[in-house]
């Protein structure tokens, strides 16, 4: 333990003189309006996952801590749901102005500690904060219903209203966007929240509350709880257990969104929970080529493959088979530029953790051992350290191998043949994962059949990025419930109320 002390007192000082913004860079926790140490005053480490150098320590919070901070936000949303949505409304744009003036300090922070390219940090800030823009907006159009009854003199109304405390639990690979997306609905929804950040990535969390607060969010609306490995499990049963909590909203593994969808069950809580996914990537004959190639990188690559609408499964016909991996495997050669994130020209960052470099080194192992060609990449780039892996292209991947199942979370592309629409179908539709599937066809018909079809909750035609504030996100079957942005993101934290209005002729 002093080892390590001593060792994270030394990076930390290289990392303090490297980083410009040190006003952003917070070591506490924020409950009820102040930055706090854990109960036990316990810390934990976050690492650059580059070098392995500790950031920063932060709170390691406890079951108490965590109720403390439900009961902060409970307390709060006596008030908070009494504003009016153009006050919360005012304040999600605000805050939204505040993140966008801070773009470099944030993605700085960011880049540090999940290791993604500072470009994809700010291409992150920028997407996480159009969900504050967008809720901004959308916190006025939270409108009811009156409905004409069966009767003479009634009126049926239908109105909404926030559901209370959220606890919010979000993931290491958008530790920015996770967050607006779902504090920015609950927010204009006019609920308050407890966040969890993974413990990977604190640190870009505790900066956008910073920015919260100096953007005029009230004490109590949003509170963050910082946990080690050691505490989440104690943490998680508090956020999701306590009867102040109305709902548990989740983006992260199916494994932990089962877990956490069992304990919410236990109060009947609702939740909104956005899983893993599975993505197939289907090339018919007809489509663009060079259109598909260049979207295949967007959907493989962004993240380094760490994103659960990132293309898991390269589906491509028989008769463009070839072509397709032949232009594959030029542009990942060309375009895929492993190394550490705040390095010039850098592409793809080292994974977030070792879990995540043994998890890959696992899949693409196990593959080969069974008979997969490794076309390109395929191992761990020793040179830069233990949780580089080289951007990979792999054929010839059967059913027996575990990666033709799992969703990879790592920057390896698998391409499998088909033979026709029926097959492609079937294979993509052969998972218990739901979110994203991707399309390219110049086939009209065969984009609607395929639209219909695919048991999946996104569907892009000719398009391999999804992601954005006006659409519904969000996934069927094993990857999820409930949708993230769109104007249902905001109506998930509400619950419908249906009034009566009788003897209007009295
Ligand atoms: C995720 O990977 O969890 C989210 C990706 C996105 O919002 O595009």
Partial sequence: ???????????????????????????????????????????????NPADDSVIAEVPDMDAADAKTAVDAASNTFKTWKNTTVKER?????????????????????????????????KGEIAYGTSFLEWFADTARHINGEIIPGPWPNKKILVTRHPLGVVSVITPWNFPF???????????????????????????TALA???????????????????????????????????????????TGSTHVGKILYGMAAKGIKRVSLELGGNAPFIVFPSADMEHALDH?????????????????????????????????KGRIGQKCVLGPG?????????????AQAEKV????????????????????????????????LLVDVKPDMAIYQEEVFGPVAVCYKFKDEAEALEVANSTRSGLASYVFTKDLGQAFRMSEKL????????????????????????????????????????????????????
Avoid at 303 to 308: E, R
Avoid at 343 to 354: A, Y
Avoid at 363 to 381: N, P, R
């Fill in 89 to 121: 409304s005012y304040i999600l744009r605000k805050w939204n102005d505040i993140c966008l003036q801070n773009v470099d300090h944030l993605a700085e922070i960011m880049t540090a500690e999940s290791g993604k390219p500072l470009a994809e940090s």
């Fill in 1 to 47: 333990m002093d080892l390590l002390r001593v060792s994270a007192a030394r990076h930390f000082q290289l990392f303090t003189t490297s980083c410009r913004n040190m006003h952003l860079l917070k070591k506490q926790a924020y409950v009820n309006g102040e930055w706090v140490q854990a109960s036990s005053n316990a810390v934990f480490p976050v690492l």
């Fill in 177 to 203: 966007a996770m967050i607006t997306r779902k504090v920015g609905a609950l927010m204009a929804a006019g609920c308050t929240c407890v966040i969890k950040p993974s413990e990977d990535t604190p640190l």
């Fill in 342 to 354: 705040n390095k010039e020209g850098v592409t793809c960052g080292p994974l977030v953790n070792k």
């Fill in 208 to 250: 956008a509350v910073e920015l919260a607060v100096q953007a005029g969010v009230p004490k109590g609306v949003i509170n963050v709880v910082t946990s080690s490995r050691k505490n989440a499990a104690g943490v998680g049963k508090v956020m999701c257990e306590d009867p102040a909590v109305g709902c548990i909203s989740f």
């Fill in 296 to 328: 295949a990188m967007l959907a493989k690559f962004r993240n380094n493959g760490q994103a659960c609408v990132a293309g898991n499964r390269f589906l491509i016909h028989e008769s463009v088979f070839d072509k397709f991996v032949e232009g594959f």
């Fill in 455 to 506: 048991e999946f909750g996104m569907v892009g035609i000719n398009d391999g990025i999804l992601s954005s504030c006006e659409p519904p996100f969000g996934g069927i079957k094993e990857s999820g419930i409930g949708r993230e942005g769109s104007k249902h993101g905001v109506e998930e934290y509400t619950d419908l109320k249906y009034t009566l209005m009788s003897a209007l002729d009295k």
């Fill in 361 to 392: 080194t696992g899949l693409v192992d196990d593959a080969v051992a069974k008979g997969a060609k490794v076309l390109l990449g395929g191992k761990i780039a020793k040179h830069l350290g233990d949780k580089f892996y080289e951007s990979t």
